[in-house]
């Protein structure tokens, strides 16, 4: 089964622009997401002066050595587009990007990387305004829903919720699809991580990532974490960052403006891939077994937003809200000045009490509750419906 990736077309839209619009194309993922898949659908487009290298064979990297330099012209000698996948192995890549944009004025560079925090910090400085990063995520309910009827929607959803939408894991068949999440998680998803110079504990990596996979949805101390884990909070945040940096999960901060009781110093931490999540609790169950629903409700509609809001192009700034006397909103979005309010809930039918203390201490802004009738509605156009 062939997917349309919706970042293909974005990337098509800035290739070959001219020598004065001309930069190289950096795409981010984690491992296993569909960066070669959708590197090689270009080339298939563009098979004429095209050429593809994977930078994890030493002979690539050899090749694409910065002190190789001048040999760099029997290399890229009448290409029109050369893709490096996996760039952060090649040493220097920042400076090896810099000379073949420069040097080569007809030709498209295109780079894949699975670390952000190892490619993007080689890159940042040598590719100043000659790049354009983007990121591809795994598949998106906009991917995966086009054509579907209603029926096979809600299969499709209930098997997104256990098992995320990593491409393997959406295409395979339930028993296999287990196995194959476990060896992601035991073998390839952390492996930039754990081959960071600096990271001394692996196996801290691991026990700090299950204990937040149980507080999805929950506001997340890292000095309980630290206490818990034994080790200093500087660690704990470290970690963090270079777990989000490797896209395994993402940060949502506590929103406060006007409100003395608002809680402005917290946050909550999210998965990319609720499959990940799963696995590491070592729970698949089906959904009518389990007590998380709200938590992998609430995650996926928020990383399904995310997704879509990076592929259309479109920013806004994303929070939570709570009150020390305990009211709660689980998502806000502000954008262009406006503030939309959003309460997960899984099933439609439920009564939501409306957040009086927020919309009257921020005139303007809008509630809505979205559930898993309406949830498109949100995740394309932040829009299910406003109100109960």
């Not at 952390?190 to 600096?198: I, N």
């Not at 203390?357 to 009738?373: C, H, I, K, Q, W």
Request: glycine share 6%; charged share 30%; hydrophobic share 40%.
């Amino acid at each position: 089964m062939q997917i349309r990736r919706k970042l293909e077309k974005i990337i098509e839209q800035h290739l070959f622009k001219g020598i004065e619009k001309k930069r190289a194309i950096v795409i981010y993922g984690p491992r296993q997401v569909g960066k070669t898949t959708l590197v090689k659908r270009l080339l298939e487009k563009h098979q004429e002066k095209s050429a593809f290298y994977n930078c994890d064979y030493a002979d690539v990297q050899e090749k694409f050595a910065y002190k190789n330099a001048g040999q760099f012209d029997k290399l890229v000698r009448g290409l029109k587009l050369l893709v490096l996948d996996e760039a952060q192995r090649i040493e220097n890549i920042g400076l090896v990007l810099k000379i073949l944009v420069d040097s080569y004025p007809e030709l498209q560079v295109v780079a894949t990387g699975s670390s952000s925090f190892d490619l993007a910090n080689k890159i940042s400085e040598p590719l100043t305004g000659r790049k354009i990063e983007l990121q591809l995520y795994p598949l998106s309910v906009g991917e995966l829903m086009a054509g579907k009827n209603e029926l096979e929607k809600t299969r499709l959803l209930l098997g997104l919720l256990r098992f995320g939408s990593y491409p393997v894991a959406v295409t395979s068949n339930e028993p296999d699809t287990e196995v194959y999440l476990k060896e992601l998680v035991s073998s390839f998803l952390f492996k930039d991580v754990f081959s960071f110079q600096d990271l001394r504990k692996p196996e801290l990596l691991i026990q700090l990532l299950r204990l937040l996979a149980f507080q999805v949805g929950q506001e997340v101390s890292y000095h309980e974490l630290a206490t818990q884990l034994k080790v200093d909070q500087l660690v704990i945040q470290r970690y963090l960052d270079l777990l989000e940096k490797s896209f395994v999960i993402f940060r949502l901060p506590a929103f406060s403006r006007n409100l003395r009781k608002e809680v402005a110093r917290s946050r909550k931490i999210y998965f990319y891939d609720l499959g990940v999540r799963n696995t590491l609790i070592q729970n698949l169950n089906e959904l009518k077994l389990r007590n998380d629903q709200g938590a992998l409700w609430e995650n996926f509609c928020l990383v399904e937003r995310q997704k879509q809001m990076a592929y259309s192009l479109e920013s806004a700034n994303a929070y939570f809200w709570r009150t020390y006397d305990q009211k709660e909103i689980d998502y806000i979005e502000e954008s262009k000045g406006k503030l939309a309010a959003y309460e997960f809930k899984w099933q439609a039918g439920g009564k939501v009490k409306e957040p009086k203390d927020f919309l009257r201490a921020y005139p303007g802004s809008s509630f809505s509750v979205v559930t898993n009738e309406n949830y498109e509605k949100f995740v394309y156009t932040g829009k299910p419906g406003i109100g109960r």
